[in-house]
């Protein structure tokens, strides 16, 4: 499994952005996914995830400003974010698990937030 995120970039606090994630290779092994994110010199961190069958769950902080979302046919997840606070910055990486539990990640893309 091969996971490629798109969508990254510089945004102004308030506003919104919408990250993909598309997932090739053996696609059909992939059970959950989710996307986490990182700020250099911490550890990284939940933000959401998503199963195949479309339950979701986010972090505390997440709840209520970012939507996780799958479309099988593509292959792609996203993950919407709105009202961007400054420390929503951080590198996000997505992520996807088989059903035999083994873990595949991103390149992860950059998201900077400014005032």
């Known amino acids: 499994v091969q996971l490629q995120a798109f969508g990254g970039g510089l945004v102004q606090a308030g506003t919104s952005l919408r990250l993909s994630c598309t997932a090739s290779g053996s696609t059909f092994l992939i059970n959950v996914m989710g996307w986490y994110r990182q700020v250099p010199g911490k550890q990284r961190d939940l933000v959401a995830t998503?199963?195949?069958?479309?339950?979701?769950n986010y972090a505390d902080s997440m709840k209520g400003r970012f939507t996780i979302s799958r479309d099988a046919a593509k292959n792609t997840m996203y993950l919407q974010m709105n009202s961007l606070k400054l420390e929503d910055t951080a590198v996000y990486y997505c992520?996807?698990?088989?059903?035999?539990?083994?873990?595949?990640w991103g390149q992860g893309t950059l998201v900077t937030v400014s005032s």
């Open positions: 998503i199963t195949r069958g479309g339950s979701t």
């Open positions: 992520t996807a698990v088989t059903f035999g539990s083994t873990s595949y």
